[in-house]
C-alpha cells in the first residue's frame, strides 16, 4: 500500500505560479507518479508524469511549457512546479502512483493509488 498526501494548493492570479508537492508513504516504491487536475463537471484529466527510476518526465500538450514533474528521492516526494498559470488550469489536482511499470501512464486506469487532492484556483 501507498498513502499520498498533497499540498501547496491555493488561489493565484493568472501569470502566477504554485507548486504542488505529493509525499508518499507506506510501500514508497512506485516507478510510474503521476498528476491530474479536474474541474467542476470536467473528467480528471491527466496533467504530467515521471518514472521514477530514470527521471524521465511527459506532460499533458496543454502544460507543455508551463509545468515541470520532478521528484526528491530522498523525501519520497513529486513535486509539480507550475508557472504561467491560466484559468483554464483551475481544478482539483491529484497525485497517483503505479505499483508496477507501465507505459500507460496517461492513463487514469494505470494508477493503483491516489492522494485526496488538492485545489488551484487561478483567476484572471
Known amino acids: 500500500q501507498v498513502q499520498l498526501v498533497e499540498s501547496g494548493g491555493g488561489s493565484v492570479q493568472a501569470g502566477g505560479s504554485l507548486r504542488l508537492s505529493c509525499a508518499a508513504s507506506g510501500n514508497t516504491f512506485s516507478p510510474l507518479m503521476g498528476w491530474f487536475r479536474q474541474a467542476p463537471g470536467k473528467e480528471r484529466e491527466w496533467v504530467a508524469a515521471?518514472?521514477?527510476?530514470?527521471?524521465?518526465?511527459y506532460y499533458a500538450d496543454s502544460v507543455k511549457g508551463r509545468f515541470a514533474i520532478s521528484q526528491d528521492n530522498a523525501k519520497n516526494t513529486v513535486y509539480l512546479q507550475m508557472n504561467s498559470l491560466k484559468p483554464e488550469d483551475t481544478g482539483l489536482y491529484y497525485c497517483?502512483?503505479?505499483?508496477?511499470?507501465?507505459?500507460?501512464?496517461?492513463?487514469?486506469?494505470?494508477?493503483?493509488?491516489w492522494g485526496q487532492g488538492t485545489q488551484v484556483t487561478v483567476s484572471s
Open positions: 515521471i518514472y521514477t527510476g530514470s527521471g524521465n518526465t
Open positions: 497517483a502512483a503505479r505499483g508496477t511499470w507501465s507505459t500507460r501512464w496517461a492513463e487514469r486506469s494505470a494508477y493503483n493509488y
